[in-house]
């Protein structure tokens, strides 16, 4: 750890949360998230819509983010953002207000991949909480993306499996929809699925090779059963709800619990950490907590404030590339498909 302390100012801004936090050496002092209500009422979000909010929300995001931690910004040692991946329009609010930011005040400007930082995390100084050791698993489950990656050190990532088309929160989000749920649906999936029947319904689990997913089709198989349900009985919706969400979650978690099973088999690494807005879950948590005592596992489950999108975790990977010096140039742009 330096003897100095190193302020990192970060901003996320790659979908519909407007969020910017502040860390000194690895430690949250503030963590604000705007979340975007306006894009309830079209059942998902709306990318115009999305950069506009961000454009309003962001200055008295980083004002709340810096009061908080009570720091001024002469104070401040780097700027880390998130670059990508994400939607262009609302990369673009954050990658422009931080360039310029971090111009103005002459500071190092930190890139950030969005899905590195939800990996890292779990470096994050909290009292009560272990960091994984290198090498590990990370699965990474949200609404974009659905990947098994295999962790070396800190920016050192190989993704070793991924969707083939729908991510894993969608799976979440579309079942919802059809059952006449707002959005995002997956938290109220899982509210309702607490108190069902998990074995009351079966839904087919795609075949797919290797350490791949696929979800598409089981949004439709879920759209074919309600319709099929619903002719007999219009009222199957209500009358089964609970019982519907949790078999829909049962088997969600059984698709991610498969390929993780194979992905420690494979490498032969059994540290288990998840991060993404779908590690928030309470049948993923529980499926990796059943794992540690049924095969061994150790797994990693972040705390509740830093599984869906948050500017803590782009701060904790801005620190760690701090640390090694690495910095972006002042003429970077966002990038809305950004591999690592
Ligand atoms: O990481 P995140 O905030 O944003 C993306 O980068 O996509 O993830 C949002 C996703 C949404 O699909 C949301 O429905 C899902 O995470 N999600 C959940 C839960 N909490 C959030 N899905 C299932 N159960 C939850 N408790
Ligand atoms: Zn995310």
């Known amino acids: 750890m330096p003897d100095q302390k190193i302020n990192i100012l970060a901003i996320e801004s790659s979908c519909d949360d407007t969020a910017a936090a502040v860390l000194c050496n690895g430690k949250i002092l503030s963590n ?20 506009r909010a961000h454009q309003q929300n962001i200055v008295p995001v980083i004002h709340q983010a810096l009061a908080k931690a009570n720091i001024v910004k002469k104070d401040v040692s780097a700027i880390a953002f998130t670059r990508g991946p994400g939607l262009m329009g609302s990369l673009l609010v954050g990658t422009s207000f931080a360039k310029s930011l971090a111009m103005g005040l002459n500071i190092p400007l930190i890139e950030v991949n969005h899905m590195q930082a939800h990996i890292l995390a779990h470096f994050i100084e909290e009292d009560g909480y272990d960091k994984p050791e290198f090498p590990f698993l990370a699965m990474t489950i949200s609404g974009g993306h659905t990947q098994i990656v295999k962790v070396t050190d800190y920016f050192e990532m190989e993704v070793i499996g991924e969707t083939t088309d729908d991510a894993v929160g969608e799976a979440f989000d579309k079942s919802a929809k059809i059952l006449g749920l707002p959005y995002p649906g997956g938290p109220l999936v899982d509210k309702y699925a607490k108190e069902g029947n998990p074995k009351a319904f079966k839904f087919p689990k795609p075949k797919v090779d ?6 598409s089709g089981f949004k439709t198989a879920v759209l074919y059963f309600v319709q099929r349900e619903t002719k007999n009985d219009p009222e199957f919706i209500e009358k089964n709800l609970k019982d519907i969400c949790a078999s829909i979650q049962y088997t969600i978690i059984g698709i991610l619990m498969d390929k ?13 950490a998840i991060g993404g807005g779908v590690s928030a879950n309470s049948g993923i948590r529980q499926a990796l907590k059943d794992a540690e005592k049924k095969w061994g596992w150790k797994c990693y489950i972040p705390k509740f404030e830093y599984t869906t999108d948050n500017a803590a975790m782009i701060g904790i990977a801005g620190y760690h590339k701090y640390l090694k010096k690495d910095f972006a140039d002042y003429s970077i ?8």
């Open 32 to 51: 604000i998230v705007a979340t975007q209500e306006v894009h309830q009422q079209y059942g998902g979000v709306v990318p115009e819509l999305a950069s």
């Open 210 to 215: 290797g350490l791949n997913f696929s979800f």
């Open 260 to 272: 993780l099973k194979k992905a420690v088999k494979e490498t032969g690494i059994n540290q288990v």
């Open 333 to 340: 742009t966002a990038q809305s498909r950004y591999k690592f």
